[in-house]
């Protein structure tokens, strides 16, 4: 009977940590509401956790021990769940040689939106182009830059999109 209250707890906490991970990425994307009600369920969790370690404490370590493991695999498996779901936008930025003009109608062929800035830096010209795109296609778009410019310099922002309308 004892070890079942030990999976309850470990199960419990990682839950627990699963949704509060989440919810941190859903209220980094904008998304109020959602986040409010996973706090009202991470609450809860925590709540009829707690209470089952805090119950005869001092004779019992495991109990603190599942509760401790739980609380690490739960943040663990919170990342692993965001990483699936890959909400949000990324802003990729993409400096290559001024020579690679192509790249741009490649891009647009593609469907992607793209804000082209010529630059130099020491030595020739560069372009630095800005597209936008939702993490989950991401590693596509990369993908296709490289196969275009293989010395193609890339970084990615995460970014949120505000509309006045």
Known sequence: MIFIIYLIILFLKILENALATL???ILANNKKLL??????LISLIWIFSASLVLINIDKDIFKIIAFA?????????????EESLALG?????????KEKE??????EALNYEVILIEGKDTFDDKNILFIMTPRKSRKRLINTIKRIDKKASVIIENANTYSSK
């Not at 936008?89 to 400096?95: D, F, G, R």
């Not at 192509?102 to 891009?107: A, G």
Request: proline share 0%; charged share 10%.
């Open 23 to 25: 919810r941190l990425i």
């Open 35 to 40: 986040g409010a009600i996973l706090n009202l």
């Open 69 to 81: 493991v739980g609380s690490f695999i739960g943040s663990y498996v919170g990342c692993l769940i």
């Open 89 to 97: 936008n990324n802003l990729i930025m993409c400096i290559t040689s």
């Open 102 to 107: 192509s790249m741009i109608k490649k891009l």
